[in-house]
């Protein structure tokens, strides 16, 4: 049974072996050196060394092939002979009109050759059924006891096999004398080089994991044009005995021919009888042959084929020919009408006398029994591959290959383990079921295609390191024509032996087990993909492989008797193992080489995409193989690639050219071969052949020197036939020549016998020189007669052996370690006697103690060659030993003078040579030298020395010769550095503490380490930081001290120095509280006047702009600040960093710039004046339009004109004023006719540049500056600033107080209180409706309105979200003006002061007071309104957004706990703080909005002046207002605000 797919077990892995890479230099040298181990494996895998890459030759873009296409259950041989099995009984049927379909039984396909064989096996179907023992049957085919299905495979066998084997036993059949296939000779010759296609069918796409076999699986029904393409189908016509399964039907072509077939049925065709001339009729089709040829006839006969016996009896009056149409098996010709006639053969059979007998004559063609079995018994054609129709580049290849693995496994092709690969290859192997088609690029010729390998030729110029691969031995392109290689000696380029072959690999694609031609070496080597599995088999087993496979398969071996050198042919290795052959396996990587042995059956598959090389070499040891590979080929009668002795008399004919293994090897093999050939032409002389001639076998081609009897290749000799010259015989065959006479047959022979003793001669010669020379080299080197020799003899020796091409033997390389020992004797020698002449200037290092000295003399002595060097060193060995004896003297008589000692010293130092003595002189000179340093360093006269020279002399003293005085000086040296460096750690703690420790403690800890004398590096720094804590101790002191506050600049200054000192200093803390008191108090004013992401500074906007009069550079100089390059106001009014510092130095600037900004916004507006309106239609962009901040000139409609520098911006550019403020209109409020006073004034980004705080908010942190020691810039700019409002108010009230000016506002109070009398009797909110009930109380009112047209009420429209905009825009047209008629006396005083006051950050009440009274005395600015209504609308609509945000925000607020609004507390709140926090509370949470949505919410602008979003503010300031509101009092001064606002003023947490 076949194997499943874990069953397979891997055999156990071939030997690895990893060269070094002297062992890689020589590739034949190291494969003959592990041949003993790996030949036991037949294979073996060789990994070079990691950086030996050759780099890939092949020309990828030309590289194209055509690959071989394999089905894998056909490679298996057992598989095979089921698949053949299947064949043959499919045909059986087929020709009997039925096609086979094979059952399934316990959901698996039923094998049908196993059961036909198991049957077999158990006696018969007879005995089966007999002795009841289907169950055994059933058990053997391991299915499951207990399931009836023993009964089931009886009803299978009797349907389908046993009347395939009834006709297989001729049970059926009559006893005849002839048989079709009788005429064939018995041992027919079988060529194996023309194979025919087993297969005729394209190879299926790779759609599919793979694909069952045609019989497992439903056909499509073959049309009638399938059928005459086809001449196997033609076959198939053919209705017969037999079950009667599904018949072979015919499908027409057209839906004519089906609709003609529905209509009617036709009957099959019979069979036509011509009739010849002279009555003789004979009936077409008599053998199988003709049958085929006359088909088309048969296909066309119309008449019934139930009359064909009537008809034919009709037609044939010859008695004759009547009588022969008797039963075949009865011999009686009664009862005609049934009598069958077959059309293969024209016997005649009774339907009752067939077994099994027929119900009824069939329709169609019929083939009597014999026919059919002789159509069955045909033999098979021989098993080979086909050729794939499409030609495939590299890279076409891989990507089918990869494509079909991926597909297959489902996983990326570089995850599939090797283990499930291959055991889904022997799963899909040992399949009849699934019918897997692969490909493989097999036996691609390099020489054709190019070597992946370098190669050195004229096409291509290679690179250095190409050049070097190309010359590799281990190149495959090499390697055959190595020197030690046999193969070098054959001329012709033998592809796929001598020239390597490629192989292009996808996974499945696999080579059959198989040996190499002549069982010679393979080498293979894998340039790149995924790896190659191989399995082998060692030399050894090669019979006992052989035995295996043809007992299990006996059928294959059959039909084709050299099946395993056709490489056609797998079988499981666990089948082979579990029959006693050994089998290894390896998985070959990129880069690794695989060697197969002679006679090593190997086979294998590849994992995946791949490209390998492989070539065959043969090295001496194989010389006896190849001889017996040439009988063994003799036996089969196969081909030979090359004659064996043509090879062996080549190489003889050059002996000097051999290599001396090799010599002695094709020695042995001639010696042998010339011992055979006188045997022969002995034999030959015997039959009484006398006649010769020499023939130029060599010359020959192949074809015309081969023996017609074994197909080997002639060479010595061969016998010939005058009368037959078509042919000729090797000598082991004289008597299968011809028939001719023994006269007419000749010897053609090559050499003469006395020709070849004379080369074998000669090969002697050359293997024994070997020997005459070692004997030399053994007397020279084992002074066997007591002379030595020369150094010259010897190296004549090494010559003699390098130019005789020697083996590089035992004794070969005694002479090379001999030679290289004395050459390095005498160079030693040289370099000891020329160390003297140089003295003291020799390298050191290099010196010989007295040992080695002695030890050199006895090498030299005892080297077998004479050296004159040996006097030398003698010599030298006699002045070192009198060296050694004074200096003995010198050391016991202690205390020798240093200067002696130092003689001594330079001496012996002069010898070249190490003396004992000497070493103890040098140490006794250091100890002195020692001492003398020690005494030194530690003399108070002498510079204290640091801690590294301390340790030095320690650690120097340690290598000094011991002594008293020595000891006593370490140890002083060790308390020494042992205190210093206690008071070194000392030091460093207070360096590095985080606790900093005040100076008294830092200048104890220094006065007292002033008495160690040894430089201390950190008692040094800790002095360096005590007097820079003292001088900054004096830099406070003299800043605190001063006339007056300090810098804030000084003090940060001051507090980054005390930082950095390591001295706990208590004026720090005092210093650093300052400056952080000035950077709140800096922070609080930023934040009340800076907005949020101002490109401004505090200084600059509390600062004059001074070039305010300059359009130009006022707004580059805006763009440069949101760019981030710009110069600050302070630079621009002259301001440097040390005039900062000078108080007076800012108020003088801050007067000036005050004068140039008043100037220069009077130039700028006169300038933005004359510029085009941008609301005119017709405006056309010209140099002088205005330029809005974004960069673009505003046009048309959403245009607003700055109230102070007159230049005009895009509405949606910048922060609008809302026309009613952020509260809606109520029953107490002015009513919406009251125009002036509605919010119009815009005034441009550029022109406000703050948030404009109200002049209370400023006088507290004026109080707040006062309390600080410290000095900004910032404060005094601020007080110019709270100065320079202060003198505008005042001039302000006055203007306001005067009696013009106080009419003019008594009239527009009037007029509000009027409206908003009028508005409160409704209590609909609205104003009626009947315009002449109040006509007449209301003059001035109805004067508002054009055509005394009634208005609704706008407070119950403001009810609703958006009702007062609606309101407004309704109200627009109805608007009149002006309200107030202004003297130009009046009015040219107050726009000078609106313009002052609008150049003031600060918000006064004044300014809008002021505003109104401007406003009503001139016509509504309609255009503007329109405009702010439009911004505003588009404003909410975000607004509603944010807000909706907002909400959900305080929600979430609440859910995580956060507190609710505390209502005691809100109570105890003062109640401006109280009114306030909403409002700031939802301006930080719009910001943080605005910072989670990425800045997505539209900003909401700042109030503007006289804005409703500050009137807390104003109703704060009444109070001041109303004790300044007599004009005849002076103004106060700052002082006096200062005082009177500070009671009034909130705490620094509410602020």
């Known amino acids: 049974m076949e194997l499943g797919s874990d069953d397979f077990l891997p055999p156990p892995e071939c030997p690895v072996f990893e060269p070094s890479w002297a062992e890689f230099r020589d590739p034949l040298g190291y494969i003959a050196k592990i041949r003993p181990i790996a030949e036991k494996s037949g294979i073996c895998k060789i990994r070079p060394p990691a950086d030996w890459q050759p780099p890939f030759a092949v020309e990828v873009d030309n590289f194209r092939f055509t690959p071989r296409i394999q089905r894998l259950n056909e490679l298996e041989a057992q598989t095979r002979v089921k698949l053949n099995y299947l064949d043959q009984i499919a045909k059986f049927w087929e020709i009997q009109g039925s096609s086979l379909k094979i059952p399934n039984v316990e959901r698996r396909i039923l094998d049908l050759y196993s059961l036909s064989k198991i049957v077999v096996e158990e006696g018969g179907y007879e005995t089966i059924c007999k002795d009841r023992r289907w ?163 048969l296909s066309h ?392 001639e020499r023939e130029a076998f060599e010359l020959l081609p192949d074809d015309e020197r081969q023996c017609i009897k074994c197909k080997t290749t002639c060479f010595l000799s061969a016998l010939a036939c005058y009368d037959c010259p078509d042919g000729l015989v090797c000598l082991s065959h004289i008597n299968d020549l011809c028939k001719c006479s023994s006269s007419r047959q000749y010897l053609r022979y090559r050499y003469t016998l006395d020709e070849l003793p004379a080369m074998l001669h000669k090969l002697k010669v050359r293997a024994e020189s070997f020997d005459t020379w070692a004997n030399k080299v053994r007397v020279a080197l084992e002074v066997e007669d007591g002379r030595k020799r020369s150094l010259e003899e ?170 008293p005085a020595v000891d006593k000086a370490q140890a002083e040296l060790q308390e020494l550095l042992t205190i210093a460096e206690r008071w070194e750690e000392k030091a460093h703690l207070c360096l590095e503490a985080r606790q900093k420790h005040p100076p008294a403690t830092l200048e104890a800890i220094i006065h007292e380490a002033e008495n160690i004398p040894v430089h201390l590096p950190n008692i040094q720094s800790l002095k360096e930081a005590l007097a820079k804590a003292r001088a900054w101790i004096a830099d406070v002191d003299e800043i605190q001290n001063g006339d007056h506050y300090p810098c804030l600049d000084d003090l940060e200054g001051l507090v980054a120095v005390g930082r950095d000192l390591p001295v706990g200093l208590e004026e720090l803390r005092q210093l650093e509280l300052q400056v952080l008191t000035a950077h709140s108090w800096r922070e609080k004013a930023s934040k009340t006047f800076l907005k949020k992401n101002s490109c401004y500074t505090l200084l600059e906007v509390l600062c004059p702009c001074a070039d305010a009069g300059s359009d130009s550079t006022k707004r580059s100089r805006w763009m440069e600040k949101e760019l981030g390059l710009y110069k600050s106001d302070t630079e621009l009014l002259g301001l440097s960093a040390q005039d900062l510092r000078d108080p007076g130095s800012v108020i003088v600037a801050f007067k000036e710039g005050e004068q140039k900004e008043k100037e220069g916004i009077l130039q700028l507006r006169r300038t933005n004046s004359a510029k085009p309106s941008p609301l005119a239609s017709l405006t056309t962009p010209s140099s002088t339009a205005s330029i809005c901040v974004c960069g673009q000139v505003p046009a048309g409609v959403g245009a607003l004109q700055c109230d102070l520098c007159q230049d005009w911006f895009h509405g949606r550019c910048v922060t609008v004023p809302r026309l009613l403020g952020s509260q809606r209109p109520s029953l107490t409020s002015s009513p919406l006719l009251a125009w002036w006073e509605w919010d119009t004034k815009f005034l441009c980004p550029l022109c406000m540049r703050s948030r404009r705080p109200r002049l209370e908010t400023i006088l507290a942190l004026l109080v707040a500056l006062q309390r600080l020691p410290v000095r900004l810039p910032e404060g005094e700019a601020l007080q110019c600033l709270t100065e320079r409002a202060i003198s505008w108010q005042g001039r302000a009230r006055q203007v306001l107080a005067s009696e013009e000016v106080t009419a003019l506002l008594g009239r527009l109070a009037e007029l509000r209180q009027r409206l908003q009398a009028e508005s409160k009797p409704e209590e609909s909110l609205a104003y009626s409706s009947d315009a002449g009930e109040g006509a007449g109380n209301m003059p ?92 505003e609308k588009a404003e909410r609509h975000g607004s509603r957004t944010r807000g909706r945000a907002l909400e959900r925000r305080r929600r979430r607020k609440v859910d995580r706990g956060g507190e609710a609004d505390d209502p005691a507390r809100d109570e105890l709140e003062p109640k401006r703080v109280r009114s306030s926090e909403p409002e700031a509370e939802e301006v930080q949470e719009e910001e943080e909005l605005e910072e989670e949505s990425g800045g997505e919410v539209p900003p909401v602008p700042f109030p503007t002046n006289g804005s409703p979003s500050t009137q807390e503010d104003q109703d704060g300031l009444e109070p001041v207002l109303e004790a300044g509101s007599d004009t005849s009092a002076p103004f106060s001064t700052l002082t006096s605000r200062l005082l009177m606002s500070c009671p009034q003023q909130p705490s620094r947490q509410q602020l």
């Open 794 to 963: 010897l190296r004549a020796l090494e010559s003699e052996a390098r130019e005789r091409r020697f083996p590089n033997s035992e004794l070969l390389q005694r002479l090379k370690n001999c030679l290289s020992e004395a050459e390095a004797c005498v160079s030693r020698a040289l370099g000891l006697v020329s160390g003297q002449e140089a003295g003291p200037d020799r390298v050191a290092g290099l010196q010989m103690t007295l040992a080695e000295l002695r030890a050199f003399l006895g090498q030299m002595n005892n080297l077998p060659c004479a050296m004159h060097q040996i006097g030398d060193v003698k010599g030298i060995l006699e002045q070192v030993e009198a060296y050694q004896s004074e200096a003995r003297e010198a050391l016991v008589s202690q205390p020798s003078s240093p200067g002696l000692l130092q003689t001594l010293l330079e001496r012996g130092q002069q010898l070249g040579v190490e003396v004992p003595e000497a070493q103890q002189l040098q140490r006794q000179v250091e100890q002195a030298r020692w001492l003398d340093e020690v005494k030194r360093t530690l003399a108070p006269s002498a510079r204290r020395g640091t801690l590294a020279i301390m340790r030095g002399l320690l650690v120097a003293g340690a290598s000094v010769a011991p002594s």
């Open 135 to 297: 169950a055994r049957v059933a058990q053997r085919l391991n299915y499951p006891p207990g399931k009836n299905i023993g009964s089931l495979l009886r009803s299978h066998y009797e349907r389908i096999v046993y009347p395939y084997e009834m006709y297989q036993s001729g049970a059926n059949l009559v006893q005849c004398n002839t048989r079709p296939f009788d005429n064939e000779e018995k041992d027919k010759e079988y060529k194996p080089h023309s194979i025919p296609l087993r297969q005729s069918v394209q190879p299926s796409k790779f759609n599919s994991y793979g694909r069952r076999a045609k019989r497992l699986q439903p056909d499509p029904e073959p049309t009638e044009e399938d059928i005459e393409k086809n001449p196997e189908l033609k076959k198939l016509q053919i209705y017969g005995a037999g079950p009667k399964m599904m018949g072979l039907g015919l499908m027409a072509k057209d839906k004519t021919l089906r609709k003609k077939d529905k209509e009617g049925l036709e009957c099959p065709p019979t069979v036509v009888v011509k009739e010849e001339l002279g009555g003789d009729v004979k009936t077409e089709s008599a053998s199988p042959k003709t049958f085929l040829e006359g088909k088309e006839e």
């Open 301 to 692: 006969s119309p008449e019934p084929c139930t009359k064909m016996t009537m008809r034919l009896r009709r037609n044939h009056s010859n008695a004759q020919f009547i009588e022969s149409y008797v039963c075949r098996m009865c011999s009686r010709g009664d009862e005609d009408d049934k009598l069958l006639l077959c059309d293969g053969c024209d016997d005649n059979y009774h339907i009752f006398c067939l077994l099994p007998p027929l119900p009824e004559i069939p329709k169609g063609v019929w083939r009597c029994p014999k026919c059919v079995m002789a159509e069955c018994k045909r033999p098979p054609e021989a098993f080979g591959f086909e050729q794939a129709t499409r030609e495939y580049t590299l890279q076409s290849f891989g990507e089918m290959a990869d494509s079909f693995k991926a597909d297959y496994f489902n996983m990326p092709v570089h995850m599939v383990p090797t283990e499930l690969v291959e055991k889904e290859f022997w799963r899909l192997v040992n399949s009849i079921e699934e019918d897997v088609t692969v490909e493989y690029g097999a036996d691609i010729h390099s020489k054709e295609f190019g070597s992946g390998f370098p190669v050195s030729d004229s096409k291509r110029h290679l690179t250095p390191e190409e050049e070097e691969y190309a010359k590799s031995g281990w190149n495959l392109n090499v390697m055959p024509v190595l020197e030690q290689s046999v193969l070098c000696h054959i001329n012709a380029d033998i592809s796929g032996m001598k020239v390597p072959w490629l192989y292009v690999g996808m996974v499945f694609s696999a080579f059959c087990w198989h040996i190499e031609d002549h069982w010679s070496y393979s080498i293979n080597y894998l340039h790149w993909g995924e790896p190659k599995t191989w399995y082998g088999v060692p030399s050894l087993a090669a019979e006992h492989l052989e035995e295996v496979m043809k007992k299990l398969t006996p059928e294959l071996f059959d039909s084709q008797p050299d099946l395993l050198h056709q490489l056609v042919t797998l079988m499981n290795p666990n089948t082979l193992m579990s029959h006693g052959v050994p089998v290894v396996r390896t998985n070959q990587c990129a880069g690794e080489f695989v060697i197969t042995f002679p006679r090593a059956y190997h086979s294998g598959f590849n994992q995946g995409y791949n490209f390998a090389e492989a070539v065959n070499f043969c090295t001496a040891d194989w010389l006896p193989a190849g001889r017996q590979c040439i009988e063994h080929y003799r036996r089969l009668r196969r081909y030979c690639v090359f004659s064996h002795e043509e090879l062996i008399c080549k190489m003889a004919a050059c002996p000097e050219k051999l290599d001396l293994n090799l010599a002695a090897a094709v020695h042995k093999e001639m010696f042998i071969m010339v011992q055979e050939e006188r045997r022969l032409r002995k034999a030959l002389l015997e039959k009484g052949i006398t006649e010769a």
């Open 1340 to 1431: 001035k009112v109805q004067g508002l309105l054009e055509n005394g047209d009634s208005v609704t009420s706008p407070e119950k429209v403001a009810t609703e979200e958006g009702s007062d905009l609606e309101l407004l825009s309704s109200l627009l047209p109805q608007l009149t003006g002006p309200v107030l008629e202004l003297p130009e006396a009046t009015r040219a005083p107050l726009e000078e002061l609106m313009m002052e006051g609008d150049l003031l950050e600060v918000t006064l009440d004044e300014n809008q007071s002021i505003w109104q009274l401007l406003q009503a005395g001139q016509p509504p600015d309609l255009e503007r309104v329109h405009t702010l209504l439009e911004l």
